[in-house]
């Protein structure tokens, strides 16, 4: 059975930072692209940030350039996001998703989502 579960999140104030990270872990054959979407209250959810296998050619949401970064240990099995400059507007539950190879399939798995609150 995979699992994929992300940490870091919490309370934090307008202009600091977080770093979440997500560790996929289970029957994995092999580990491809990595990334994670948020939703905000009342809305759907939406991309934010992936990388690929090799860590060379990360893609972020316009909304996140230049604050956010994505990064990925292989061996750990885990993708990480520092998040710096947070504003208000970045408060969601950020999900993190994994491509996977396993033993039975290969789909994309989803963690359960940690929430991050900007907040005064």
């Known amino acids: 059975q995979v699992q994929l579960v992300e940490s870091g999140g919490g309370l934090v104030q307008p202009g600091g930072s977080l770093r979440l990270s997500c560790v996929a872990s289970?029957?994995?054959?092999?580990?491809?692209?990595m990334g994670w979407f948020r939703q905000a209250p009342g809305k759907e959810r939406e991309f934010v940030a992936a990388?690929?296998?090799?860590?060379?050619?990360?893609y972020y949401a316009d909304s996140v350039k230049d604050r956010f970064t994505i990064s990925r240990d292989n061996v750990k099995n885990t993708v990480y996001l520092q998040m710096n400059r947070l504003t208000l507007e970045y408060t969601a539950v950020y999900y993190c998703?994994?491509?996977?190879?396993?033993?039975?399939?290969?789909?994309?798995?989803w963690g359960n989502g940690t929430l991050v609150t900007v907040s005064s």
């Open positions: 289970g029957s994995i054959f092999s580990t491809h692209g």
């Open positions: 990388i690929s296998w090799s860590g060379g050619r990360p």
């Open positions: 998703y994994a491509d996977l190879l396993t033993r039975d399939n290969g789909m994309r798995y």
